[in-house]
């Protein structure tokens, strides 16, 4: 079991950047796949981003060229690098960790979860 716990959220204008941070203990992080997903009001959680444990990437298309994922295995932590804002990436967000350390894009094969960290994106 990893215990995961995000950071980083706030509030942003529009074109503004975040970072946010999900630190995990409690096992071997390098060898899993992390996840961030998000949720906004009224909407189904949605994938924004996985890197597997061999450091492979993939995001959703809306994101793509905005985001960036990383991992710092030393520091068990899993980043999101968020570039220009927009309002439609308001959420809350959740990272989450797979141990089989493949991509996989089904909410259902991440085992753990953080408790998420609210972005709100507003001028």
């Known amino acids: 079991q990893v215990q995961l716990v995000e950071s980083g959220g706030g509030l942003v204008q529009p074109g503004g950047s975040l970072r946010l941070s999900c630190a995990a203990s409690g096992s071997i992080f390098s060898i899993y796949a992390m996840g961030w997903y998000r949720q906004a009001p009224g909407k189904q959680r949605e994938l924004v981003a996985v890197?597997?444990?061999?450091?492979?990437?993939n995001y959703t298309d809306s994101v793509k060229g905005r985001f960036t994922i990383s991992r710092d295995n030393a520091k068990n932590t899993v980043y999101l690098q968020m570039n220009s804002l927009k309002s439609e990436d308001t959420a809350v967000y959740y990272c989450a960790s797979r141990v089989r350390g493949y991509y996989s894009s089904d909410a259902k094969n991440y085992e753990d979860w953080g408790q998420g960290t609210q972005v709100t994106v507003s001028s």
């Open positions: 890197i597997t444990s061999g450091g492979s990437t």
